[in-house]
């Protein structure tokens, strides 16, 4: 695994220098998302002011490269201007600065912060379904059933945000619990959205 991490890792570095995007591997177990306040995370790509990926590596290899390979897939979706990552910035609207606003306290209508929540949720199902695909593209030795699972932990995340108005603690793929009583096969978008008063309980092990 070591040496298929530091090849992707190597590979990314080449492709981030030929795109004009900044990277940031820090030996740390989290980093602050750009412009979000307090929202920490192990990983992101942004591409505004400067397309930046970023991923922590104070954990063991198959972690951050699990992680690493999703951030890569938003940046494909960005490199490839596809409409899902543009919808993003929709109409002068940028719904994860919006999203964050409103986990942050900041008031919106329902319509609008839901609106923020699924357009984000839909950039996260295509990202998690490029990333099994680069997975199996590249051979690289992550069991595909246990991480889509572990996907699919945090695609449910984002309806069970409409509930709590709250980011997680806890990642959920780290709840084996939560991971237990997920599909091992990708849903369609409007099966996200369907949160049983049982599965929101569970995720209540996200918050501390």
Not at 47 to 52: F, G, H, K
Not at 139 to 161: C, H, Q, T, W
Not at 164 to 179: G, L, M
Request: charged fraction near 30%; hydrophobic fraction near 35%.
């Amino acid at each position: 695994m070591e040496t298929y991490a530091n090849n992707f890792l190597d590979s990314l570095k080449y492709q981030c220098t030929k795109n004009g995007i900044k990277y940031l591997f820090p030996q740390t177990k989290e980093v602050s998302f750009p412009g979000s306040g307090n929202i920490k995370c192990s990983g992101y790509f942004d591409d505004d002011p400067i397309p930046t990926i970023a991923c922590t590596l104070d954990k063991p290899t198959e972690d951050w490269l699990e992680i690493l390979i999703h951030e890569t897939c938003h940046m494909d979706q960005w490199i490839e201007n596809i409409e899902l990552w543009n919808n993003i910035k929709k109409d002068g609207i940028d719904c994860s600065v919006c999203m964050d606003d409103w986990l942050n306290g900041k008031d919106f209508t329902k319509e609008e912060y839901t609106h923020f929540i699924r357009t984000m949720q839909l950039v996260e199902i295509d990202c998690e379904k490029r990333s099994v695909d680069k997975i199996i593209d590249l051979n690289i030795p992550i069991e595909l059933d246990g991480y889509i699972k572990r996907a699919n932990s945090y695609l449910f995340f984002y309806s069970v945000m409409l509930e709590t108005r709250k980011w997680c603690d806890i990642a959920p793929y780290k709840i084996k619990e939560i991971v237990d009583m997920m599909p091992n096969h990708f849903l369609t978008p409007d099966e996200y959205k369907n949160i049983n008063e049982d599965l929101l309980k569970l995720y209540q092990k996200t918050y501390n």
